[in-house]
């Protein structure tokens, strides 16, 4: 290969913002949420780290973990569902390059007999909360020329689950919602994208594992729960998780855009 189209690889393998800023994760204070700021925290390119969470004592926790750790993090209580407090997550550090939005809640019940509050509540985090706290972070992004952020979805958008009808509906609409946006600010430099984990060992992941003995048993499937067999034959860590995030905001992705990265284990066979 010629010197010039050496250059030209090279530069596409680093596209996009390479030094060391402001990360923010957004439903930082518990399971996929907190290794996620754990992890992204020692990337490189994080020179500091925002954490929001509606649960201001856990995320205070997470972010005084880290700073014990020699880290500069900050901590701040944020409901994604109150547009004032969105902006004022997003004023405090507009400056942010990449963004985690790992926000997100769920509660089970049959279909026949979930409840329109319920519903409704799943939906306004998930897809509604989720969505503008990408929207706010996007526009700045774009006034400056750039930026990244990655949602986490779920398979559960592709794959019907049992007792799952609302947060089924909102990983969907997040998931479909956030590639909108992405086509329009990609033009300006901003990269949007997300994960779908499949069962991850989580506080959340336990209550939805009701029907099973334990989380790890997922792994083997349930006909009772229309619950397929995960290929690789056990369940995602929050790890798994916040590696394929970190994927996804740092530099190594800079021409991966509008892209859900399933982390499943194979359960949906690549479907």
């Not at 969907?172 to 991850?200: C, D, F, K």
């Amino acid at each position: 290969m010629s010197a010039a189209p050496r250059a030209v690889a090279d530069a596409a393998l680093t596209a996009g913002p390479a030094e060391a800023g402001t990360t923010v994760v957004v439903g930082a204070a518990q399971g996929i949420g907190a290794e996620v700021a754990r992890h992204l925290a020692r990337m490189g390119w994080t020179q500091k780290i925002v954490l929001a969470d509606i649960d201001g004592d856990a995320v205070d926790a997470v972010a005084g973990e880290l700073c014990r750790d020699g880290v500069e993090a900050a901590a701040l209580r944020v409901d994604v569902t109150d547009p004032a407090q969105v902006n004022a997550l997003v004023a405090a550090s507009r400056e942010a390059e990449r963004v985690a939005i790992v926000a997100g809640t769920f509660a089970p019940a049959p279909a026949l007999e979930v409840e329109r509050d319920q519903f409704r509540r799943i939906v306004d985090v998930n897809l509604h909360g989720v969505y503008f706290v990408a929207q706010a972070y996007a526009r700045e992004m774009a006034g400056r020329g750039g930026g990244s952020i990655a949602g986490v979805a779920s398979i559960a958008a592709r794959m019907p689950r049992m007792r799952q009808a609302a947060y089924c509906a909102s990983k969907a609409g997040m998931r479909q919602a956030l590639r909108v946006l992405g086509m329009e600010v990609v033009g300006r430099g901003v990269r949007i994208n997300t994960v779908s984990p499949g069962a991850t060992d989580t506080p959340m992941m336990r209550t939805l594992a009701s029907d099973h003995a334990s989380v790890d048993s997922l792994a083997q499937g349930s006909l009772e729960a229309m619950r397929p067999r995960i290929p690789d034959g056990r369940v995602a860590t929050p790890g798994d998780v916040a590696e394929a995030l970190a994927y996804l905001l740092g530099p190594e992705s800079g021409h991966v855009v509008l892209q859900d990265l399933v982390v499943d284990g194979g359960e949906l066979l690549g479907l």
